[in-house]
């Protein structure tokens, strides 16, 4: 491809998107160039305080439960509060927490502080996603969303390389420049993003439409299917963080060498998250989550048969490419069944399926590692995708037979539904 060409594809990979969403975007990527403390927790647990990799665990446990706690919660506040309230509540209660967390070394303390650390941080992701939602044209949201993706791994990559050379100074250092990072975050939305809440508008065609509760997204039968399937796939993705490592050391290899295997996830995702969104953007979604969960599960499957760095890496390498085409088009997916003026609590349960699969992923995986070997985790994983692909390809079927008809809010306030839109 011509230099001229990749110019072009790149101007139209960012073109036609809103200005808030770009200070949106900005806010994601400096809150996580700043995510220091979740990636080095355990570390500075161990080799700073002292304590053992069993506590460890259980305050990773612990951070875990909180993201559980405020997934809904936070959904919640969303739609009732806004977007932006939510947001800031989040960033800057969470600039604090990460802060109190440097300073405190009671185990009890720590494992509290660490809890409430968990739920701060994860409350602002329902706001984020519905204010997307909210922002950006419907035939835009699958690019939107893989932008954020992209900004996301991008600021992990360099926090996780910068966190390294901080905590040289001291853990403190590391703990208190992620508080500054968040409260810049919260900064950008004070000063940049307006509320994006959709107001209900009494003489619009929306002005009827019966309230949003919990209760409506759990008797929402095909939005759960979607829920319960981000479910199976995350808790897949979580093996690779967490198995994956220990399965390298039974190998015989050093942590470098699973640093260098799982570099590969980071650096795919910076470099072909965009053209492949580009690709599949405007496709229908079912085929597409069909085969990011065989790929998913092929990639973790074939992590048996790996007894090399290079092996290790050729299976990273397939389940990032599931997990690449998987996030934009699965939240693309979510944002069109969620209802307008329900999209905080739509996304407050995609968030808690997220929030448990992190929470019971690495809990089962050990478990089966301990008690079956490793090789039948991985086989494991490959089933757990099959299932997955089947899931979707019946979800597919079932949109198709009954297609989504959504209401989007325009300038002004108005409510226009949209024609039915099949998805499948």
Known sequence: MSVVRLRQAAKESVSGLPRAFWWLWTSTLVNRLGGFVATFLAMYLTVERGYSATFAGLVGALHG????????VAGVLTDRLGRRPTLLVSQLSTAVTVAVLGFVQNPVAIAVVACLVGMTSNASRPAVQAMMADIVAPEDRIRAFA????????????????????????????????????????VIVFVKLPES?????????????????????LRDRRYMAVVALSYLLTMIFTQGFVALPVAMGEDGLSSSDYGLAIATNGVLIVAVQIPVTRFIEHRAPAPLLVASALLTGCGFGLTAFAGSVGMYALAVTVW???????????MGLVA????????????????????????TGPLLGGTVIDHFGADTLWAGTAVVGAVAAAGYAALGRRLRARPVEAVDEVKGGAAVVRDADTVG
């Not at 439960?65 to 809904?72: E, P, Q």
């Not at 002005?207 to 209760?215: Q, S």
Request: proline letters at 5%; aromatic letters at 8%.
């Open 197 to 217: 809440r959709p107001e209900r508008n009494a003489d619009g065609p929306a002005a009827d439409a019966p309230e949003i509760g919990l209760g409506t997204v």
């Open 336 to 359: 069109r069944l969620s209802p307008t003026h329900g999209r905080g609590r739509y996304q407050g349960m995609l968030v808690l399926s997220w929030s448990l699969a992190s929470l």
């Open 320 to 330: 990032t490419l599931g997990e690449i085409i998987n996030s934009p088009t699965q």
């Open 147 to 186: 932008l954020n993706y992209w900004a996301i791994n991008l600021g992990f990559a360099f926090s996780a390389m910068a966190a390294g050379l901080i905590a040289q100074h001291g853990y403190l250092t590391l703990f208190l420049s992620d508080a500054a990072m968040t409260l810049l975050c919260a």
């Open 65 to 72: 439960l909180g993201g559980v706690v405020s997934a809904v």
